[in-house]
């Protein structure tokens, strides 16, 4: 009860900053983001766009990959008329599909740009059971396994990047505290609902793919800080805005209650977007990594979520999935327990 008070009146934390803090706010005290370039998925609509906006205010170079060019040029054409110094390149990018992934880091490349922040941000929930292209659960692939190969093919760039400039290179996985919603063999129910429609479960399906974030972000970490990269990696819950997303959450009655009885707890979209900017941008959060932030504070994650041997397990699954069949991960699941 207390800390639903002060989530109410937007109390502080030892950041600085609370529920009610905006991203324009969180950023004040950043340093010049010129140097900067940033990679925003997702940044057509919500959060993302204005994360985009604000690290653009702040004079970070963004690339805004996008599956709908038109609604990310009319990101870029309001960034623009408000930071006409901006410079913004829109790329194509389907993160449900690991070819579209590929092709993307590919062109990415070829614009040998410097690579100093990535924000995965980029959010979907299925009503209606779907498989990928590449055979998967559709929430997966997108939320998760889109995002898994991304940050594991634009890492060396990021590595790259941060020795050549001395500049801590940072990557925001941007999770949910639905995350904690989900409990049991996280592979198994992946099976589960990619091959079985009738057992699929759409609240539930979301939330899996929320908890695989956060043990991305916990394994990712680990292996970062083995290879002594100067890159962090670090997972937010923006909390729940009115967003296209929570439109597309709306429908079963449960989601519809759950909604109903938070409806006083949704945060503006600068509200919203203010955990993703503050762990990408401030100073206070240099070398920190591996850590669950909520309203621009630390927190803690599910019990699931913090299991640094389920982190690794999906870690090895998702290898499988995206350098092979991604459902020959399913055969293998045994060995992976």
């Known amino acids: 009860m207390l800390e639903t008070v002060k989530y109410l009146i937007g109390t502080v934390g030892e950041s600085g900053y609370g529920s009610k803090s905006t991203a324009d706010q969180v950023t004040e005290s950043c340093p010049d983001l010129r140097s900067i370039t940033a990679i925003v998925t997702g940044s057509t609509s919500g ?9 653009a205010k702040r004079g970070a170079r963004l690339v805004l990959p996008a599956r709908n060019l038109e609604a990310a040029e009319d990101v870029k054409a309001r960034i623009v008329s408000e930071c006409p110094e901006s410079e913004i390149v829109v790329m194509s990018l389907d993160l449900s599909s690991l070819g579209s992934v590929r092709n993307f880091v590919s062109e990415f490349e070829s614009l040998d740009l410097p690579l100093n922040l990535l924000v995965n941000n980029a959010g979907k929930f299925a009503h209606e059971h779907a498989i990928s292209e590449d055979g998967i659960e559709i929430t997966f692939a997108t939320n998760y396994l889109g995002h898994f190969l991304l940050t594991k093919l634009l890492l060396n760039r990021m590595i790259e990047t941060a020795k050549k400039t001395g500049v801590q290179g940072r990557i925001v996985n941007v999770s949910s505290g639905i995350h904690g919603w989900f409990s049991g063999d996280t592979i198994g129910y992946l099976g589960l609902i990619t091959g079985n429609k009738s057992r699929y479960d759409a609240t539930r399906a979301y939330a899996l793919s929320k908890l695989a974030n956060v ?41 519809d209650l759950s909604f109903f009885l938070a409806s006083k707890l949704l945060k503006t979209i600068p509200q919203a977007a203010a955990t993703a900017c503050y762990v990408g941008t401030h100073p206070r959060l240099l070398n920190v990594s591996g850590k669950y932030f909520v309203d621009c504070n630390e927190a803690s994650t599910s019990e699931l979520g ?3 041997a389920e982190a690794e397990r999906l870690w090895s699954a998702s290898e499988i999935m995206v350098s092979k069949d991604p459902k020959a991960v399913f055969d293998q699941r045994l060995s992976l327990k």
């Open 215 to 255: 043990l991305h972000t916990k394994e990712l970490a680990r292996r970062l800080e083995k290879m002594e990269a100067n890159v962090t990696v670090n997972c937010v819950h923006p909390g729940i805005a009115r967003t296209r997303l929570t439109r597309e959450l709306e429908g079963s009655l449960f989601t």
């Open 47 to 55: 959060i993302g766009a204005e994360t985009a906006r604000v690290l």
């Open 306 to 308: 913090s299991n640094s």
